[in-house]
């Protein structure tokens, strides 16, 4: 019977260093559990260690349960093979759009068993004699006689590139002075990110791609463009807050409107049946739109047992 395991060790990228202390703080006493981690840059490695299977069980699942958009893997998984795990579990494949993309991904993917699946390494797309020449020119194609800025051309090819390809994921890279802008297309819209050319930016890419293949919340910095604005011409985006779901604001007021509409029908049918089928009193009736206003819809059941025309009849 194997021996059950007291200690492990969490691998995070992007997890925010105050709310880790802070689930770590967190730990049931009865669960007898020490933690340690340490970060480089996006990534942390954090090591468990109870005094019982089952009190490591509790705090690695308590970890998972806040920290599941950052948790990409356990021992040595490196984050390369959870991208590929993750882009082959939700069946995503990805394309890189330019050069500068390739160089930081395939580098780290080639070793990975299985990435081929899910990785096309350029031959299918900036790489490729044909479809490269295709994405450039549909990218560039958007800003007509006029030389884009880097960054605006990174997020042009990587949206054509995905169209070219047929894929659901394409990722691009801009240098920007000693920055360099990560570019994550996909069919609702394009992640942006900008790192320090002294970061390591393959990494940060690789997150970016991981979450979006899972579905999962970006990591706090990164910005996000819908579709419809990712498409329009204009300045170099900049990266804001992140909104992997966004949502669309204008539908509390879109169903505000609609019920008012509802309303409004439901009253005017009930004047035209009260009128012309039960003989109602029009006087009485104009009341009744004040009257709602101010008491709600009691003053419809009010209305109906001061009024109702005919003995026995019921409101529905």
């Not at 691998?11 to 202390?21: I, K, T």
């Not at 970060?39 to 005094?51: D, F, I, K, N």
């Not at 160089?103 to 031959?123: H, I, N, S």
Request: net charge positive; proline share 5%.
């Amino acid at each position: 019977m194997a021996e059950e395991k007291t200690s492990c060790v969490l691998r995070l990228f992007g997890a925010p260093q105050g709310q880790l202390a802070g689930a770590v703080g967190q730990f049931a006493p009865q669960w007898k559990t020490q933690a340690q981690w340490k970060s480089r840059g996006g990534e942390t490695l954090l090591a468990l260690q109870a005094a019982s299977p089952s009190g490591l069980k509790k705090a690695a699942q308590s970890l998972q349960a806040q920290f599941e958009a950052d948790l990409y893997g356990a021992g040595d998984t490196s984050l390369a093979a959870a991208v590929v795990n993750a882009l082959e579990t939700h069946d995503r494949l990805l394309v890189c759009s330019d050069a500068a993309a390739g160089a930081l991904l395939e580098a780290r993917l080639e070793t990975v068993p299985g990435a081929e699946k899910v990785f096309d390494f350029g031959a299918l797309s900036y790489a490729h004699p044909k479809a490269g020449p295709q994405i450039e020119k549909r990218a560039r194609a958007r800003f007509k006689a006029e030389e884009p800025d880097a960054v605006r051309l990174a997020l042009a090819r990587a949206q054509a590139a995905r169209r070219v390809v047929g894929s659901e994921l394409a990722a691009g890279c801009a240098e920007r002075g000693s920055e360099k802008v990560l570019v994550l297309s996909s069919k609702k819209g394009c992640w942006l990110r900008t790192v320090p050319s002294s970061d390591n930016a393959a990494l940060w890419l690789l997150d970016m791609i991981r979450r979006a293949a899972c579905d999962y919340p970006q990591a706090e910095g990164t910005g996000f463009l819908p579709a419809r604005k990712a498409a329009q011409n204009g300045p170099a985006p900049e990266v804001g807050t992140n909104a992997a779901k966004p949502g669309n604001p204008r539908r509390k007021h879109h169903r505000g409107r609609w019920l008012l509409v509802l309303l409004l029908l439901a009253v005017l049918g009930a004047a035209v049946w009260y009128q012309y089928a039960m003989g109602g009193d029009w006087a009485k009736l104009a009341q009744l739109p004040r009257r709602i206003q101010t008491q709600g819809l009691d003053a419809l059941k009010n209305f109906w047992q001061a009024y109702q025309p005919k003995p026995g009849t019921e409101l529905i």
